[in-house]
């Protein structure tokens, strides 16, 4: 199957970006106010049954609107969600909630322990490979810092 990307043409700026590929979706977010046209093409592409897994991916504190976190709850419900964090705190908060009880199915990471959120999203070594190729592509397909920056 062909990966669908969701990015902005060379030259523009999209605060959020991604794409899905068979069952499972990576999705990439910058600071910034994000369009409700693009969350809501976000939130219809990843809400659909077959889609099993997310890995969210950002560098930067990125805050979407009360409404778009309402759809994004009912879009990922049941779903398992890998978040890839640079903010120590945002990663604590996460942690912090599944110590609480809740009932989360997700788990935080930093870049440098990015093959960990990729291999409990795509849990065989196939879309393991795949995953980071994607992921990969999208930073650079989104004007992203490299990857390799990121996980030194």
Request: hydrophobic content about 40%.
């Amino acid at each position: 199957m062909t990966p669908k990307f969701d990015v902005p043409e060379p030259g523009r700026n999209q605060r959020h970006t991604w794409v899905v590929l068979d069952d499972m979706a990576i999705c990439f977010t910058t600071a910034g106010d994000i369009s409700d046209d693009v969350w809501t093409r976000f939130t219809n592409d990843v809400r659909p049954k077959n889609i099993k897994a997310i890995l969210g991916l950002s560098y930067e504190t990125a805050v979407p609107s009360s409404t778009q976190r309402k759809q994004t709850a009912s879009a990922i419900d049941g779903k398992m969600l890998s978040a890839v964090l640079q903010s120590t705190v945002t990663r604590g908060v996460l942690t912090a909630l599944g110590w609480l009880g809740l009932n989360l199915r997700v788990k935080a990471y930093s870049w440098k322990e990015l093959d960990l959120a990729i291999e409990r999203t795509a849990p065989s070594l196939e879309s393991a490979k795949i995953a980071r190729k994607l992921v990969e592509e999208l930073l650079e397909r989104s004007g992203g810092r490299s990857l390799a920056s990121l996980i030194k």
